[in-house]
């Protein structure tokens, strides 16, 4: 079968579209986490893995893993970072732009060239072939290409890790964004040919390793409150 990435003829791996250690909060005392779905047709189940698909060679897996081991020590600890408040903003330097940059896109053209349900509003559409080319390629772009908005999800001044949620697309000020819940964090990728506005491009993360985060309290977040309304509806909580 042909690797999605580097479009050779071999064995593929069941790779993650989201890296296994973003679930690892969501796992209970048997290694399994509940999956609840917003479809009517489908039962809610528990899980023993995270979401995988026979997309990714052994090679370009082993490519896209490094980035994932980088993007870990940045999210859960373990490389030096220079953090600072101002007022309820979040600014953080020292990040690697090139590593963290193409972890983040790898993870929004997965989910684009999935097949499961659970991604089917993510679609890229042209851009898909140009982030295949830029991540083969290990080519971050430009600060404004691709640019996307990280915002942790509090609850009562606590990190709410234990959350996945199923990617949507919305639009913002006339682009397409695609939006993710995973890892503590809400994630608002920027998908456009046109130029982007830069109070988005500035709360992206910039080459020199910049990066600035604006907390969310849980309860106020529309986009998560109407799923949950939406899920207690269809009687799945």
Same mark, same amino acid.
């Given at each position: 079968?042909?690797?999605?990435?580097?479009?050779?003829?071999?064995? !593929?791996?069941?790779?993650?579209?989201?890296?296994?250690?973003?679930?690892?909060?969501?796992?209970?005392?048997?290694?399994?986490?509940?999956?609840?779905?917003?479809?009517? =047709?489908?039962?809610?189940?528990?899980?023993?893995?995270?979401?995988?698909?026979?997309?990714?060679?052994?090679?370009?897996?082993?490519?896209?893993?490094?980035?994932?081991?980088?993007?870990?020590?940045? !999210?859960?600890?373990?490389?030096?970072?220079?953090?600072?408040?101002?007022?309820?903003? $979040?600014?953080?330097?020292?990040?690697?732009?090139?590593?963290?940059?193409?972890?983040? !896109?790898? $993870?929004? *053209?997965?989910?684009?060239?999935? =097949?499961?349900?659970?991604?089917?509003?993510?679609?890229?559409?042209?851009?898909?072939?140009?982030?295949?080319?830029?991540?083969?390629?290990?080519?971050?772009?430009?600060?404004?290409?691709?640019?996307?908005?990280?915002?942790?999800?509090?609850?009562?001044?606590?990190?709410?890790?234990?959350?996945?949620?199923?990617?949507?697309?919305?639009? !913002?000020?006339?682009?397409?964004?695609?939006?993710?819940?995973?890892?503590?964090?809400? *994630?608002?990728?920027?998908?456009?040919?046109?130029?982007?506005? +830069?109070?988005?491009?500035?709360? +992206?993360?910039?080459?020199?390793?910049?990066?600035?985060?604006?907390?969310?309290?849980?309860?106020?977040?529309?986009?998560?409150?109407?799923?949950?309304?939406?899920?207690?509806?269809?009687?799945?909580?």
């Amino acid at each position: 079968m042909t690797c999605r990435l580097c479009k050779r003829d071999c064995q !593929l791996k069941n790779s993650h579209i989201i890296p296994e250690f973003l679930y690892r909060s969501l796992y209970d005392e048997k290694h399994r986490f509940y999956r609840i779905s917003v479809e009517e =047709s489908e039962k809610s189940t528990f899980i023993q893995k995270g979401v995988r698909e026979y997309l990714l060679c052994g090679d370009c897996e082993q490519r896209l893993s490094k980035y994932e081991r980088y993007a870990s020590t940045v !999210l859960q600890g373990g490389v030096e970072l220079t953090v600072s408040r101002d007022g309820n903003l $979040i600014h953080i330097e020292g990040i690697d732009y090139v590593k963290f940059k193409l972890f983040s !896109l790898s $993870i929004l *053209w997965r989910s684009s060239i999935s =097949s499961l349900d659970i991604f089917k509003q993510v679609s890229l559409g042209p851009h898909e072939e140009k982030l295949r080319k830029m991540i083969l390629a290990e080519d971050a772009g430009r600060d404004c290409e691709y640019p996307f908005i990280m915002s942790p999800i509090t609850h009562e001044g606590a990190l709410q890790k234990d959350l996945i949620i199923q990617p949507t697309k919305t639009k !913002l000020e006339g682009h397409v964004v695609y939006r993710f819940t995973f890892g503590g964090i809400f *994630w608002v990728f920027v998908v456009s040919g046109h130029r982007i506005p +830069s109070v988005v491009v500035s709360a +992206s993360i910039s080459t020199n390793g910049k990066l600035t985060m604006l907390p969310r309290e849980i309860t106020e977040m529309k986009y998560i409150s109407n799923m949950a309304t939406e899920l207690a509806r269809k009687g799945k909580v």
